[in-house]
């Protein structure tokens, strides 16, 4: 599955995008968990929640959303475009 | 239904050329109001950079700009929106609607600008010592496109 | 407060350089909002004539600009207006206001135009057999205008 | 007194402005019906007052509003521009 991480999520985890075995994850709530039991800079990165939004193939999604046959999924912090 | 035309870009864009072209569409347009977003000089001189995420970026454009056509009676939409490094009075964004009715086009733009802040995925750093500063969304924001869900 | 810049003429206007020099006011603007309005094209290719009060209509459109500055925080307001022959297609009205909050630039574009319906004086009159027909004034611009009295 | 008119109260009466001793008229609404009862026309173009709107010295004003010390006063139907 490739992930994507966008603006000081990006930066905090060094990446702008992996590809990741998404193992038992079912959402991308559970993907997270998985990083950040992996390496300290993805705890550091999500540390506050409430700051990471979450797109799966390119649409808005939450954090309970399924995962299920999903080929990309992104995280950001809210949109600060226009 | 009139077709969104949106696009996402580094360059620069001619604002009375976009007009234009939308209001010569049809002769039943009476009304094409237009925003442009420039970018405010907050500290000093000091540019930004506006990061996105291609794909999905022109994606979720051109959703706001098809629910925009779904909700009023209009003639057209044109959306441009600039990423990359950009100073202090550069143009950053730019809406036009099209309409018969003054205030379809109105309200249409203010919705598409509204949804456009919280709903496309933009990123804006603003240049700074220690690598600079990533731009805080705001709450106001969020009320802002509340007020159009019913 | 700004200054409003009023202009009632029969020349055609740029609408993109009206919206530049007015973005270029101060480097605090991050919003300009236009409002263009085009000859409809009603029956056929007929022209219609616009007719006007002169020293009244520069009085009137002053009075709305300025009623809109002390309304919102804006950094500008630029208003022309034409009167004479205009053929379907052609370019009528310009408004557009400049602020730092896009709201506020979109609501006194708005109001101006509401205004401007019901208090500016201008007539038209369509051209046709038996010398023309006087368009009548429409009860949804009263209302329209309505909306801003408080 | 100047008076104005415009629009198809101008074409009615035939002129799109005239000096008028207003007598003893205090109100547009006097100087109407002074006008209508000079002449015809007048009496034509003001037929239906629900479509007369008056601005005295380039203000908008209502039929009772004092003429008093007015220069000009003019006459036309509701606003098209825009």
Chains 1, 4 share one sequence.
Do not use: C, N
Not at chain 2, 13 to 42: C, K, N, P, W
Not at chain 2, 102 to 122: H, N, W
């Amino acid at each position: 599955m490739r992930v994507l991480y966008f603006a000081w999520l990006r930066e905090r985890i060094g990446a702008a995008s992996e590809e990741i075995d998404p193992g038992d994850a079912a959402t991308p709530a559970e993907l997270i968990e998985t990083l950040k039991a992996r390496e300290e800079r993805y705890a550091h990165a999500f540390a506050d929640m409430t700051a990471v939004r979450v797109a799966i193939d390119q649409d808005m999604a939450a954090l309970d959303t399924p995962l299920a046959g999903a080929r990309e999924i992104a995280f950001f912090p809210p949109m600060t475009g226009g | 239904m009139a077709q969104a035309h949106v696009s996402v870009q580094a360059e620069d864009f001619d604002t009375g050329a976009e007009i234009e072209r939308l209001g010569a569409r049809s002769r039943q347009i009476g009304a094409v109001v237009s925003f442009t977003g420039l970018v405010r000089e907050i500290l000093g001189e000091a540019a930004m950079e506006l990061e996105h995420y291609p794909g999905m970026t022109e994606r979720a454009l051109h959703a706001i700009a098809t629910e925009a056509l779904e909700r009023w009676p209009l003639d057209g939409v044109r959306v441009i929106h600039r990423h990359g490094r950009l100073a202090p009075g550069e143009r950053i964004v730019l809406v036009v609607t099209a309409s018969r009715h003054r205030q379809a086009a109105f309200e249409a733009a203010a919705f598409i600008m509204d949804y456009l802040k919280t709903r496309a995925p933009f990123w804006k750093k603003e240049a700074g010592p220690d690598g600079g500063t990533w731009v805080d969304a705001r709450e106001s924001d969020d009320q802002a496109a509340a007020r159009w869900s019913t």
